[in-house]
C-alpha cells in the first residue's frame, strides 16, 4: 500500500497538534516564496532569512490561532513580510529593489542570438530601473505581484494593505511605468 | 494581462535571488525543548572518549569544563574563526521587549538610567552592549532550552577557572584570544565560530546562561555580575 501525501489542511491539523514533522513539511514547502517576499521587502539576504526564520517561528506558536480551512500561504507571507517591514523600518533605510537579472541563460530556454539577447536584457534592465524609480508602496505591490507572481489576496497580506488599496497602487504604478518607458524610447 | 503586466512577470522570472535557506530545520528548535543535558553530556563523552582513544586526537582536546547550556573545551589549536567586532555579528538590533518576547524570559540587566538597545541573534540569544568604566562590554542571555550548545574554545595560555555567582555555577576564561562556536537547539541550522579577543565570565541563572565579555578584569566582571543576578 502507498501512503498518500497528507493535504495542507491536515499537514495543518497534524502541525497544530505538535507533530514537528508535519510543520516541517509546511515550512519547506513556502519557505522559497517567504524568502524571496522576506528579500524583496528587507533588501538584503541577511535580514530577509532571519525575517524568514523568525516569521516561522511566531507562525508555529499561533498556529492555534490560524482559521481552519484558510489557505496557509497568505497566513504565512502576513507574517513572515511583517517581520521583514520591521527590519527595513527599524534599519531607517529606504531599500532599493536589490535585484538584477539573472545573468545566465535558464536551462531549458531557447538560446538567443547575442543582438536579441542584448537587446531583451537592455530592455529588463530599463524596465526594473523604472519599477526602482516608484515610490516605495508602488514598487511593493508591483514587486509582489508580477515580480512573485502573488494574487492580489496574497500581495495585500504581505503588504499590510487592503485588496483595494493594493489594486489602486497597482493601478497607479502600471500608469506610472507605461508614462516613464514611453518617455525613454 | 497587459503587455507591460505580461514584461513584468516575465522579468521576474529572470530575476536573481540569493540561494533559498532551509528554513525547516530551524523550527523544530521554537517547538520543543532540546534535551541539552543529554547533547552536552553527549558531546562531552564522545569527546573525552575519543581523546583517550584515538592517540592522535588525545592532544586535540585537553580538558573539559561544562555548566548548564555551554562548554569550554582546552585544545591545543583553536579552529578557525572571523575576527568579530562589538557591536558585528550580534544578530538584529530590537528592544529589550522585543528580545524578551522572542526568548520567552526577562532579560537580566544591571540597573541603568536608559534601557539600551538589545541584539537578538537566530531568536535565541539577545545581547546588549554596556559600559563599565568606559570600555564596551557585551552582556548576553539565552536559555540552554533554546540554544543547544555553545562551545568555547581556548588555548594553553587561557585562565579557565570555576567560579560561583549567587550559588550558581559560573567560569571565567581570561586571556589569549579564543574561539565561540555555537549550535541551535536542532544541533544543525546555526554554527558560527567567532574569535572573541576580552575576557568571559559565564554563570548560569536559572534556566538562564549568562555571558559577560570584553576587556574587563575578573573583578570587574564579578562586581557587574552580582548587580545584574
Excluded at chain 1, 495543518?12 to 497538534?17: D, H, M, N, Q
Excluded at chain 2, 530551524?26 to 581523546?51: C, E, H, K, N
Excluded at chain 2, 539577545?126 to 548576553?140: N, Y
Excluded at chain 2, 595560555?157 to 571565567?172: F, N
Aim: charged share 25%; with cysteine; net charge positive.
Amino acid at each position: 500500500m502507498v501512503d498518500r501525501p497528507l493535504d495542507e489542511a491536515e499537514l495543518v491539523e497534524r502541525a497544530r497538534r505538535g507533530d514537528l514533522e508535519a510543520w516541517e513539511t509546511l515550512v519547506r514547502t513556502y519557505q522559497g516564496i517567504a524568502f524571496r517576499t522576506a528579500y524583496l521587502l528587507a533588501g538584503n539576504a541577511a535580514d530577509a532569512e532571519e525575517a524568514a526564520q523568525d516569521g516561522f517561528v511566531k507562525a508555529q506558536r499561533a498556529l492555534g490561532r490560524f482559521r481552519r480551512g484558510s489557505p496557509l500561504r497568505p497566513w504565512l507571507l502576513r507574517i513572515v513580510a511583517n517581520e521583514a517591514r520591521n527590519r527595513r523600518r527599524s534599519a531607517g533605510r529606504r531599500e532599493r529593489l536589490a535585484l538584477h537579472a539573472a545573468a545566465e541563460i535558464r536551462p531549458g530556454g531557447a538560446v538567443p542570438s547575442p543582438e536579441a539577447a542584448f537587446v531583451a536584457r537592455e530592455d529588463q534592465e530599463r524596465l526594473l530601473a523604472a519599477v526602482e524609480q516608484l515610490p516605495a508602496g508602488h514598487r511593493d505591490a508591483i514587486a509582489c505581484r508580477y515580480f512573485l507572481e502573488l494574487s492580489v489576496e496574497e500581495t495585500a497580506a504581505a503588504l499590510g494593505v487592503r485588496r483595494g488599496t493594493v489594486k489602486s497602487r497597482l493601478a497607479r504604478a502600471l500608469a506610472q511605468l507605461r508614462e516613464d518607458l514611453e518617455e525613454d524610447t | 494581462m497587459s503587455s507591460l503586466e505580461q514584461r513584468l512577470q516575465a522579468l521576474g522570472r529572470e530575476l536573481a535571488f540569493p540561494p533559498e535557506p532551509d528554513l525547516a530545520v530551524g523550527s523544530r528548535s521554537a517547538a520543543r525543548p532540546f534535551p541539552w543535558r543529554w547533547v552536552a553530556l553527549a558531546a562531552a563523552v564522545v569527546a573525552l572518549a575519543t581523546a583517550f582513544a584515538v592517540p592522535s586526537a588525545r592532544t586535540s582536546i585537553l580538558r573539559f569544563f561544562h555548566i548548564q547550556g555551554a562548554t569550554v573545551e582546552r585544545v591545543e589549536t583553536l579552529p578557525p574563526a572571523q575576527e568579530r567586532s562589538s557591536a558585528g555579528g550580534l544578530g538584529r538590533r530590537v528592544s529589550v521587549r522585543e528580545a524578551e518576547r522572542f526568548l520567552g524570559f526577562r532579560l537580566l540587566l544591571p540597573p541603568l538610567a536608559a534601557e539600551p538597545p538589545a541584539y537578538l541573534l537566530d531568536g535565541v540569544l539577545a545581547t546588549v552592549i554596556l559600559r563599565v568604566d568606559g570600555h564596551p562590554v557585551l552582556l548576553s542571555e539565552y536559555a540552554a532550552r533554546d540554544l543547544g550548545l555553545l562551545k568555547k574554545s581556548v588555548g594553553d595560555k587561557t585562565l579557565v577557572e570555576p567560579v560561583r555567582l549567587a550559588g550558581e555555577p559560573g567560569l571565567w576564561v581570561q586571556g589569549p584570544p579564543h574561539t565561540l562556536t555555537y549550535f541551535s537547539a536542532s544541533g544543525e541550522f546555526r554554527q558560527r565560530t567567532v574569535k572573541i579577543q576580552g575576557n568571559v565570565l559565564l554563570w548560569t541563572h536559572g534556566p538562564v546562561t549568562v555571558r559577560i565579555e570584553g576587556r574587563i578584569s575578573k573583578a570587574q566582571a564579578l562586581r557587574l555580575a552580582r548587580r545584574i543576578s
